[in-house]
């Protein structure tokens, strides 16, 4: 018995005699890639970890996690398939050292980003990642382009057209500049989103404008915890501008016009839709004829957070729910097997508070503003334009004139 056991352990590959949980040093070497692709496999749940209990402040990889995602990456794959599977929800394709999302938190210059909202405004946070002096976001004054309660989107959309038609490009110009002009946007929007200022800060005028003095707090963590997020479609689409030297209005008007889509910015209003069916039917009888449609449930999963979104956690500890969320809640998680998302906290702070119906993406927009801007400035301080290739599915080149 001893000696069959000896001749399968000889036997054995030098990748089968590996322990089950790996450090971090065999796992980078398995997968040949550098540490910050390691921990966003880990972010997006393709690699399980644990501590190590001979030190808990390292950690642990699963090796047949490792060794799964090793033999992807040694296959025989074109560069253009590569390519293709970074693009969505894939490696990272561009360097950025403003936000990341590692071991399911998210990081903003290396600061945790749920902290910084205990007691951070987004005034201080603009300052963090302009990575620059903390200006204050001043009225820019009369812009022809005057605020609607009723429709902020159009307004915001409108003022940054204004500017982005007048405003020199950014490529060449001095950072000192760029941050003062980044500030001066950032009051433009504020007057078209929460009306001309009076002096307070953001999340003060917000409150102030929809009369809602007790939810202010709640409206600050808010605009500190959707500051940035990695490089998600309205920040893409701010970098592709941005790189090819536009102004700073013309790169935040892109993130904003992508924004405004049902799969980004839309989806918290997709959420307070679905809570008011189920107020009318129940809230089994909602799930299911929206899920008998095709439409999947709004507000639950996020592929950067397999355990559960931070930013709702954070959010949703400090509201109370009101009916019915917290059995929306309960039967969403249980039917989608995923938890809640930021999209769900910004819904129930909007119900919980009697906010405006566009209140979340007043709330996105202004504090994603920020974000943008961000990855502007990192952008054109590159020097770099973005322009990946297409992968052509059409009819062969010079088909039809052969026929």
């Known amino acids: ?12 590959t030098a990748a089968e005699k590996l322990p089950l949980w790996l450090p971090a040093a065999d796992a980078l070497a398995l997968l040949k890639v550098r540490p910050q692709t390691l921990y966003a496999n880990v972010s997006r749940g393709r690699i ?33 398939a590569l390519a293709g599977e970074a693009i ?20 903003y210059r290396g600061q945790d980003a749920c902290a910084l909202a205990e007691e951070g405004t987004l005034e201080q946070v603009s300052a963090l990642l302009w990575d620059g002096p903390a200006y204050p976001f001043a009225s820019p004054g009369p812009t022809g382009a005057p605020a609607s309660f009723t429709a902020p989107l159009a307004s915001a959309m409108t003022a940054l057209a204004v500017r982005a038609a007048a405003d020199p490009p950014g490529r060449g110009r001095g950072r000192l500049a ?23 800060r953001v999340h003060e005028r917000l409150a102030a404008v929809w009369r809602r003095p007790k939810a202010a707090d709640l409206i600050r963590r808010a605009l500190v915890l959707l500051a ?65 449609l095709g ?32 059995e929306l809640r309960e039967v969403g998680e249980r039917l989608m097997g995923e938890k809640a998302n930021v999209d769900f906290a910004l819904a129930a702070l909007t119900t919980a508070h009697r906010l405006p119906a566009h209140a979340p993406l007043v709330l996105f927009a202004l504090a994603r503003a920020v974000g943008w801007i ?9 020097g770099t ?19």
């Open 1 to 12: 018995m001893l000696t069959s056991i000896l001749i399968h352990f000889i036997n054995m």
């Open 48 to 80: 399980r970890t644990q501590a190590d209990t001979a030190d808990p402040r390292r950690s642990l990889y699963h090796r047949d996690d490792v060794q799964r995602l090793a033999a992807r990456r040694q296959g025989r794959r074109s560069d253009a």
């Open 88 to 107: 969505q929800w894939g490696e990272p394709v561009l360097a950025s050292g403003i936000s990341t999302v590692v071991a399911g938190r998210l990081y």
């Open 178 to 200: 760029l941050l003062h002009e980044a500030a001066g946007l950032m009051g433009l929007l504020a007057d078209a989103l929460a009306g001309p200022s009076r002096g307070e």
């Open 228 to 292: 940035d997020h990695e490089l998600n479609a309205s920040t893409f689409a701010t970098r592709v501008t941005a790189s090819t030297g536009a102004s700073l209005a013309a790169s935040v008007l892109s993130g904003l016009a992508a924004l405004s889509g049902p799969l980004h910015g839309g989806a918290a209003r997709a959420t307070l839709g679905l809570v008011r069916a189920a107020e009318r039917e129940g809230v089994d009888a909602a799930m299911h004829e929206w899920l008998s």
């Open 295 to 326: 439409r999947r449930l709004p507000a639950f999963g996020h592929p950067l957070y397999p355990q559960g979104d931070v930013r709702c956690q954070a959010l949703l500890a400090r509201i109370d729910l009101p009916a019915p969320y917290a």
């Open 374 to 382: 961000a990855h502007a400035l990192e952008q054109q301080a590159t």
């Open 385 to 403: 334009l973005i322009r990946p290739r297409a992968r052509y599915t059409g009819p062969a080149p010079g088909a039809s004139a052969a026929r």
